[in-house]
């Protein structure tokens, strides 16, 4: 079993950055994908970015040239480097994993909130 943890969110204004932290235990998540999903209020989630165990990342149109991942496996710990931030990405941010290969994220974290001000 993984155990997902986010940590990072908060307020911030419009054009502002913040990093959120996705922090496993319970296994190495250092060969697993670890996607960013985001649910805003009356929303479905929605994928955000993702990365490999190879480094190959993957973001959505809405956050492309906004958003980085990266990870650090001796943390086992997937960061979501966010800049430029607009008050639409206002949303409870979750991290997941799951196998190389595998369709679904079998593992989720609780979330953490990200409120953009305008």
């Known amino acids: 079993q993984v155990q997902l943890v986010e940590s990072g969110g908060g307020l911030v204004q419009a054009g502002g950055s913040l990093r959120l932290s996705c922090a496993a235990s319970?296994?190495?998540?250092?060969?697993?994908?670890v996607g960013w999903f985001r649910q805003a209020p009356g929303k479905e989630r929605e994928f955000v970015s993702s990365?490999?165990?190879?480094?190959?990342?993957f973001h959505a149109d809405s956050v492309k040239g906004r958003f980085t991942v990266s990870r650090e496996n001796a943390k086992n710990t997937v960061f979501l480097h966010m800049n430029s931030l607009k008050p639409e990405d206002t949303a409870v941010y979750y991290c997941?994993?799951?196998?190389?290969?595998?369709?679904?994220?079998?593992?989720w974290g609780r979330g953490t909130q990200v409120t953009v001000s305008s």
């Open positions: 997941a994993a799951k196998s190389t290969g595998s369709e679904d994220y079998p593992y």
């Open positions: 990365i490999r165990w190879s480094g190959t990342v």
């Open positions: 319970g296994r190495t998540i250092s060969m697993y994908t």
